[in-house]
């Protein structure tokens, strides 16, 4: 994509924001938007629309701008906006934020299940890697509230080499036999695969040799009886790539432990 390409993407979205903003039925969220945006430009920013907000922008050093999204975020009353605000906060290091977006993933687990939303909170929690919260994590391994997007919160627990961990991925690489009713949200059925998927590589990156015994199923993963879709539509296709899928991160989660 060239500069005109991405110029014109980007216009077409203020665009979009502009028209947003005439709305009438959005002007309490606009209002606190513009606040929110004068607020941080108070820290030395130059923020004027929302097209230029993601956690990229952002570094550690940053941690200043956390008590003013907080203080922002429970003014929106749109939900859309809200949660893309939050999901600003995803920067290793950002502490600060780490207790309310633990408040926020628990208001979206089983039974008040929202995947868009839990996916985004279990991204930014990831994101930053708050050390003090370990067993809170473990807890939302839990089989009552285990669903796709906890993959997140697996992948991290293994960036950050939690050992606690370890028993709880051994049990959730046959994980996908308890999200049937919670893999919903995901763009196809394969996404309740992800928490298998992600707990094989999580458990390989605690390089233990003695790990290969619990992997060695997944090179043969057409014997595996819960490996199964329920979808007619592209389910052959689907079927075959999902083997293929748990072929190949086996092999690596193999080589990885074996060294």
């Not at 995947?115 to 930053?128: D, R």
């Amino acid at each position: 994509m060239d500069q005109k390409e991405i110029d014109f993407i980007a216009n077409d979205l203020y665009q979009r924001e502009l028209e947003f903003r005439k709305d009438p039925k959005n002007a309490y969220d606009v209002q606190v938007e513009q606040e929110f945006f004068q607020e941080l430009n108070t820290l030395g920013y130059n923020f004027h629309w929302n097209g230029q907000f993601d956690a990229s922008i952002f570094s550690k050093k940053n941690k200043a701008i956390i008590p003013i999204f907080l203080k922002h975020l429970d003014r929106f009353k749109n939900a859309n906006m809200r949660i893309n605000y939050l999901g600003c906060l995803g920067v290793k290091g950002f502490y600060d934020a780490t207790e309310f977006l633990i408040a926020e993933y628990k208001k979206y687990i089983p039974p008040t299940y929202n995947s868009g939303n839990l996916n985004v909170v279990s991204q930014t929690i990831a994101q930053i890697q708050d050390p003090r919260f370990i067993e809170t994590y473990l807890g939302f391994l839990n089989d009552n509230v285990l669903v796709t997007d906890t993959w997140h919160i697996i992948k991290m627990l293994g960036i950050m080499k939690v050992e606690e961990a370890i028993p709880h991925l051994i049990r959730l690489l046959d994980g996908a036999r308890l999200l049937d009713n919670y893999y919903y949200g995901t763009t196809i059925e394969k996404g309740k695969f992800l928490v298998s998927q992600t707990a094989i590589e999580t458990l390989s990156a605690f390089k233990n040799p003695k790990h290969v015994e619990y992997i060695k199923k997944f090179l043969e993963p057409e014997k595996l009886s819960w490996i199964t879709f329920t979808e007619s539509k592209e389910k052959h296709y689907n079927l075959k790539e999902t083997y293929k899928q748990y072929k190949k991160i086996a092999e690596k989660a193999i080589k990885m432990m074996s060294r």
